[in-house]
């Protein structure tokens, strides 16, 4: 028998995802520390639950919204926007999307022609690197200076133009490295965007969640740039709402409806029960959101000073936001992260994820969430100091 057609060379290239490939790995395993995966432990407040059944019990759900999403939903994102963001928008600049990893592809495959080109801080997340394979387009990756706190390097982007650089796509507060984009920097992309006729992709999932001086900025804000920007946001981060896969990308309202033409055979629509869990999010009690961040901010400082205590094995940057840091593992083992983290897992029973992952610069580090117990945080560093005392 022969084994069937070739898959296409586009996904064949593509190496498996590291963050999937731990996974994978960590259920070969009793008892594993888990610090690998970006998803928050709290569970969706109670408020947004009940909405969902009370929508399925009215049979408010039983078939498809309309593509953009429900029209209610997207007149409760333009207040939350314009609240929150200072994005004064209408709704017709807006999708709501199947978490906002799917409406940022459909943005990439908006924007680029195969053989095009994407500018991408690194390290970054690994999955826009991906998007932009699947577009057909070239990823060219800028890195940012470690030293400086992984801040976005505008000038190191300059010097990477070509003429078929179309677009810029980054994530802040940035996973992995939690790294807080400032607004000057940001406002010297867009700067760079108006020069170049650029489009700057922004994944905003952790806006929420910010720590000490550092303030999120959205692009989009500033008028003149925001012709230029396409701006990802989500509901799964800020509500812990990873499982309901449910986000939303602004943009002008005439890029929004090319943006249409690609969700629309990925997705057709959002799932509509978890519109109207959006919609008690938005309408509900804010305060859960603080809580969840005040509970990442005490988890953070614990990893901070677990780290402090294994200082001759690893060096880090605090994080500013998100909840994930980026150490860079000094002990020789640590050369290369897949072989070290494989090593962590099957000798310490900690699973966490290989920064060769997140671009050519982050080889040497490993990602760590810390949106996890804090009993789960002192379970993985005793084992680690005890991996390192061996």
């Not at 296409?8 to 290239?13: G, N, P």
């Not at 020789?332 to 992952?357: H, I, M, N």
């Amino acid at each position: 028998m022969t084994s069937g057609p070739s898959p296409s060379k586009r996904v064949a290239s593509l190496a498996k995802s590291a963050i999937h490939e731990m996974t994978r790995l960590s259920k070969q395993y009793d008892d594993v520390a888990f610090l690998s995966w970006a998803k928050p432990t709290s569970g969706t407040p109670v408020h947004i639950r009940r909405a969902a059944v009370e929508a399925i019990e009215n049979g408010a759900v039983d078939g498809y919204s309309e593509s953009r999403g429900l029209l209610e939903l997207r007149e409760e994102i333009c207040e939350k926007l314009k609240r929150d963001n200072g994005i004064d928008a209408g709704p017709d600049e807006f999708l709501v999307t199947v978490g906002a990893i799917e409406g940022l592809a459909a943005a990439v495959m908006a924007v680029v022609d195969p053989g095009d080109e994407v500018l991408l801080p690194t390290p970054t997340y690994s999955t826009h690197v991906r998007q932009v394979l699947l577009a057909s387009a070239k990823p060219v990756f800028v890195p940012s200076p470690e030293d400086a706190g992984f801040g976005l390097d505008v000038q190191g982007m300059r010097r990477k133009l070509t003429p078929r650089t179309r677009a810029v796509l980054l994530c802040t507060p940035c996973n992995p490295t939690g790294a807080v984009y400032s607004e000057k920097s940001l406002r010297e992309l867009g700067k760079l965007a108006v020069e170049n006729d650029l489009t700057v992709i922004t994944d905003e999932a952790y806006e929420y969640f910010v720590y000490d001086d550092a303030e999120h900025f959205s692009l989009a804000s500033v008028p003149e740039y925001r012709p230029f920007v396409v701006s990802g946001f989500t509901f799964t981060k800020t509500y812990a709402m990873t499982g309901w896969r449910l986000g939303y990308i602004h943009a002008s309202s005439e890029l929004t409806n090319q943006i249409q033409k690609a969700h629309i055979p990925m997705a057709i629509c959002a799932p509509v029960v978890s519109q109207y869990a959006a919609l008690a999010a938005l309408r509900g009690p804010a305060d859960c959101v603080e809580e969840f961040r005040s509970k990442y901010l005490s988890a953070r400082n614990l990893m901070c000073e677990r780290l402090d205590a294994l200082e001759e094995h690893f060096s880090y940057h605090r994080p500013e936001g998100s909840y994930l840091m980026f150490p860079r593992v000094l002990h020789e083992k640590g050369a290369k992260s897949l072989d070290f983290c494989k090593t962590l897992l099957s000798q310490a029973r900690v699973s966490a994820t290989p920064g060769v992952a997140f671009g050519p610069t982050g080889e040497g580090h490993v990602r760590m969430s810390f949106c996890v117990p804090e009993e789960m945080i002192n379970k993985a560093f005793d084992r680690i100091e005890e991996f390192f005392g061996r």
